[in-house]
């Protein structure tokens, strides 16, 4: 039984040794070679490292996109993909501790140009979502087709930071034309205008 024992222990040995020592050569046959070509592009390659170094961190928020982008964005088959015919707040959902929402959302997503929670707000986690005047596509998501009014936070789940900003694009839209608004219908009774009028005059 011994021997036989032996005989099989020793062959296994051998193979995975032979596997391992194969292994360990073929590594390191890429590793030379990777490091090879990383030597050999390295001069030309610190353009490219930075723009690769930033384009991993999903919460860097420093680059600034411009209004005009964000406007082509909210037209395109990527944001068609992402968020379909829902506005952008619609599958946004917010965590928090217990069965009720606490009564205001966070004060802000955005800390140093980072993004400092694991859900940030509807505009906050989507960075090719600009607010600003002039995209008013955007803007319309978050104004109630009943009443007109700016949507609360507690229903789009922004942060306060970002509420504010999106109040102040909506009043500048509404200033500069960009978004129609209807001024509250009043009716007058004239007849007891003109009647006092009339009184006078005679
Ligand atoms: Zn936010």
Known sequence: MLPIARGIYGGLVNIT????GALHTASA??????????????PE???????????PDPKDRSKVIPVETSMRYLKSAA??????????????????????????TRKTCI???????????????DE????????????????????????????????QKTHLRLMVAVQQARDS???TYDVPFREYDYSEYYGQEQKQKA
Not at 17 to 20: E, I, K, L, P
């Open 17 to 20: 040794r032979n596997s391992r």
């Open 45 to 55: 390659a610190d353009g490219e490292d930075n723009s690769s170094s930033s384009a």
């Open 128 to 159: 090719y979502l600009v607010l600003d005047y002039r995209n008013t596509e955007l803007l319309e998501q978050f104004i109630s087709p009943h009443s007109g009014d700016v949507l609360s936070y507690s229903k789009t789940g922004l942060c």
């Open 79 to 104: 944001y068609k993909q992402t968020y379909g015919e829902d506005f952008v707040w619609t599958q946004y959902r917010r965590n928090h501790k217990g069965m009720y929402a606490p009564r205001k």
């Open 177 to 179: 034309g960009y978004l």
């Open 111 to 125: 800390r140093q140009n980072r993004i400092s929670t694991g859900n940030p707000c509807p505009i906050c986690r």
């Open 29 to 42: 046959f890429r590793c030379k070679a990777e490091t090879s070509t990383a030597d050999a592009e390295s």
